[in-house]
């Protein structure tokens, strides 16, 4: 017996070495997340909708370079407050292959509110191709895809810096301390004078990364609103019939000792 729990403590200890030799993962290995106030979280949280456009003008003044928005249609944009004029004008600046016509053919043409998005890249060897290996993911669902979500998203657009000294970077990578690894082949999107907000509003780093965080998470769950009010209608009404069995209850059975 003491030669079995001998064997077993050199085991358990042989493990825990082995463990603590083993390098941390990239969720232990990368800074905590930055957690800025969202309008769309809480029971009663919903989008903001000027924040909406102005992260759709960013995605497609800045993300839509690279990056593919595949799960979503030119017809959605009037989701977001966008008139359907504005919609048509900005599908209609993409071309998309269609047919066959008449004669057997594909041809190029201007989208339409019904087509979506038109990525930027016919492939993903072509992706590969133009970025020098690397692969820039859809969007459509990247902010349920990541852990952390929003504030992953928003971290990372916010997070590029110089590397530590003690840090050697590989050639082509950037420096994020909120990405596995700390080095990330996409340079850093966003930039003071990028672009100019169509309603003003003064596009910094932080409000831009905030604004297209935001768009994001619309393009991954566009009926966020609709499913929270439909769930407090639920709950409103489980409660009103729970009321209403009790005071049943209560009627039946008053006689009753």
Same mark, same amino acid.
């Given at each position: 017996?003491?030669?079995?729990?001998?064997?077993?403590?050199?085991?358990?200890?042989?493990?825990?070495?082995?463990?603590?030799?083993?390098?941390?993962?990239?969720?232990?290995?990368?800074a905590p997340?930055?957690?800025?106030?969202?309008?769309?979280? =809480?029971? !009663?949280?919903?989008?903001?909708?000027?924040?909406?456009? #102005?992260?759709?003008?960013? *995605?497609? /003044?800045?993300? &839509? $370079?690279?990056?593919?928005?595949?799960?979503?249609?030119?017809?959605?944009?009037?989701?977001?407050?966008?008139?359907?004029?504005?919609?048509?004008?900005?599908?209609?600046?993409?071309?998309?292959?269609?047919?066959?016509?008449?004669? =057997?053919? !594909?041809?190029?043409?201007?989208?339409?509110?019904?087509? #979506?998005?038109?990525?930027? *890249?016919? /492939?993903?060897? &072509? $992706?590969?191709?133009?970025?020098?290996?690397?692969?820039?993911?859809?969007?459509?669902?990247?902010?349920?895809?990541?852990?952390?979500?929003?504030?992953?998203?928003?971290?990372l657009?916010?997070?590029?810096?110089?590397?530590?000294?003690?840090?050697?970077?590989?050639?082509?990578?950037?420096?994020?301390?909120?990405?596995?690894?700390?080095?990330?082949?996409?340079?850093?999107?966003?930039?003071?004078?990028?672009?100019?907000?169509?309603?003003?509003?003064?596009?910094?780093?932080?409000?831009?990364?905030?604004?297209?965080t935001?768009?994001?998470?619309?393009?991954?769950?566009?009926?966020?609103?609709?499913?929270?009010?439909?769930?407090?209608?639920?709950?409103?009404?489980?409660?009103v019939?729970?009321?209403?069995?009790?005071?049943?209850?209560?009627?039946?059975?008053?006689?009753?000792?």
């Open positions: 017996m003491r030669t079995l729990v001998r064997s077993a403590g050199v085991a358990a200890l042989a493990a825990a070495l082995f463990a603590a030799a083993l390098p941390a993962s990239p969720a232990e290995d990368t997340l930055k957690t800025p106030q969202w309008s769309f979280t =809480g029971v !009663m949280g919903g989008f903001d909708t000027a924040a909406l456009q #102005r992260g759709f003008q960013v *995605f497609d /003044n800045v993300c &839509a $370079a690279c990056h593919s928005l595949s799960f979503v249609a030119y017809r959605n944009l009037v989701d977001i407050g966008l008139p359907e004029a504005k919609a048509k004008e900005v599908a209609a600046a993409k071309m998309v292959t269609d047919g066959p016509n008449d004669q =057997g053919e !594909m041809f190029q043409r201007p989208a339409i509110l019904a087509d #979506r998005f038109v990525p930027p *890249f016919a /492939n993903e060897n &072509a $992706a590969r191709y133009a970025m020098n290996g690397a692969y820039p993911p859809d969007l459509s669902l990247i902010v349920k895809a990541r852990e952390g979500g929003p504030d992953y998203v928003y971290s657009l916010t997070g590029f810096a110089d590397a530590p000294h003690d840090v050697t970077l590989a050639a082509g990578m950037n420096y994020n301390p909120y990405f596995p690894g700390h080095q990330i082949a996409m340079p850093p999107p966003l930039a003071e004078g990028v672009l100019d907000y169509a309603d003003g509003t003064k596009a910094t780093v932080d409000q831009m990364a905030k604004d297209v935001q768009f994001l998470e619309w393009a991954a769950e566009p009926k966020l609103g609709e499913r929270k009010r439909m769930g407090l209608g639920v709950m409103l009404f489980l409660l019939l729970t009321g209403m069995f009790y005071a049943v209850k209560r009627a039946v059975w008053r006689d009753v000792h």
